[in-house]
């Protein structure tokens, strides 16, 4: 409320000011205030307690199952219906968003959170690695997938 709307040249601060400030709260605050609410602690964390069942199946689920559901899907309607990708896009580029759908923080937290209620306290920390360990492992293979894919012409 206190940026104007319009400078004196019919430019808007309030956007000039947006636009600056949004690499660093997407990349930087937003992912640090998501692992800060989450409630991780690493202390004590191992690759063996990354590699027990619970955290590796949150992680493959969230990877391997959320792309398959969502490629899957996806192409059954773009198959059977009609539709058709985006001008532009190709099947390289439609393959990284859906495996970018495995970005799953929130939800996957609470449903993990529910699954094991009231069990051992080591299982909330991990199904919360997993949630981290699918999450990041999405978050980076589907953004190879996309700065590799090139654009189509």
């Known amino acids: 409320m206190a940026i104007p709307l319009r400078d004196r040249r019919g430019g808007s601060p ?3 000011a947006e636009h600056a400030q949004h690499p660093w709260v997407a990349f ?6 998501a ?11 191992s690759i063996g307690t990354l590699l027990q069942g619970v955290p590796l199946g949150i992680a493959f ?5 959320k792309t398959a559901g969502v490629f899957g ?11 058709a990708l985006p001008a532009g896009a190709n ?25 094991f209620a009231g069990q051992d306290p080591a299982r909330e920390i991990q199904v919360k690695l997993g949630v981290l360990g699918g999450s990041l492992t999405a978050g980076l293979l589907g953004s190879a997938l996309l700065l590799t894919s090139g654009r189509e012409r």
């Not at 930087?28 to 205030?33: E, Q, R, T, Y």
Request: glycine content about 18%; hydrophobic content about 55%.
């Open 14 to 16: 309030l956007a000039t």
């Open 28 to 33: 930087a605050v937003l992912p640090m205030f």
């Open 35 to 45: 692992f800060a609410n989450a409630g991780v602690s690493l202390k004590g964390v």
């Open 61 to 65: 689920g969230l990877v391997l199952g």
């Open 73 to 83: 899907g996806s192409w059954l309607l773009l198959r059977y219906t009609g539709a």
């Open 91 to 115: 099947e390289r580029q439609f393959l990284g968003v859906c495996v970018l759908c495995g970005i799953g923080f929130t939800m996957s937290l609470f449903i993990g959170g529910l699954a």
